[in-house]
């Protein structure tokens, strides 16, 4: 099984701050990596998926990166509604998501 | 555009089975090849990918769960369906459907772009 490793658990930020999650995998994934954001009592939003692509009407601020086992997620100046929890999740033979990353107010 | 709601119920005891159906609107559940999944969430905790089934029936399982989980689509009923045996406080969570997200040409994206709201299920006697 491919366990993905996501870092940090949590991340105290500031509105325009800019904030940098890390996923990484056990063996390489390819550019098969997508990102999540979740808020409390909502459906799961698809952010990211191919490690890069952003998906459709998702705002510019999010960007992914990366390629085999390290990935990253970046907010490039965050906004009050991007105060959630991100996950990353691999896309190989059966999906794995990280552990979560809560990113709180400051 | 489809949607997906859980639905079923709220408690179930230890030792019991827990039972849960993904309806699915906007679409037909056996058109196309689309992997329709069951993911879940344990309070305080990351996210676990439960298991899947193809448009054509076969599933596939997470393997830490496969001993006791059964996921089965429903075409009359436009639904797809989660049974987890033989449950522990453990298995408390906030379950939730999803759709596979598929490009222009149908080729698995192997992420999941449509979710439901989530349901959450408790453990307990």
């Known amino acids: 099984d491919i366990q993905m490793t996501q870092s940090p658990s949590s991340v105290s930020a500031s509105v325009g701050d800019r904030v940098t999650i890390t996923c990484r995998a056990s063996q390489d994934i390819s550019t098969w990596l997508a990102w999540y954001q979740l808020k409390p009592g909502k459906a799961p939003n698809l952010l990211i998926h191919g490690a890069s692509k952003l998906q459709s009407g998702v705002p510019s601020r999010f960007s992914g990166s990366g390629s085999g086992t390290e990935f990253t997620l970046t907010i490039s100046s965050l906004q009050p509604e991007d105060f959630a929890t991100y996950f990353c999740q691999q896309g190989n033979i059966f999906p794995a998501f990280g552990g979560g990353t809560k990113v709180e107010i400051k | 555009q489809v949607q997906l709601q859980e639905s079923g119920p709220g408690l179930v005891k230890p030792s019991q089975t827990l039972s849960l159906i993904c309806s699915v609107s906007?679409?037909?559940?056996?058109?196309?090849?689309?992997?329709w999944n069951w993911i879940r969430q344990p309070a305080g905790k990351g996210l676990e990918w439960v298991g899947r089934?193809?448009?054509?029936?076969?599933?596939d399982y997470n393997p830490s769960l496969k001993s006791r989980v059964t996921i089965a689509l429903d075409t009359s009923k436009n639904q797809f369906s989660l049974r987890l045996s033989s449950v522990t406080a453990a298995d408390t969570a906030v379950y939730y459907c999803?759709?596979?997200?598929?490009?222009?040409?149908?080729?698995?994206?192997?992420?999941?772009?449509?979710w439901g709201q989530g349901t959450m299920v408790t453990v307990s006697s």
């Open positions: 999803a759709k596979n997200y598929y490009d222009s040409s149908g080729y698995s994206l192997r992420a999941f772009n449509i």
């Open positions: 906007g679409g037909s559940i056996s058109s196309g090849s689309y992997y």
């Open positions: 089934v193809y448009t054509n029936g076969d599933p």
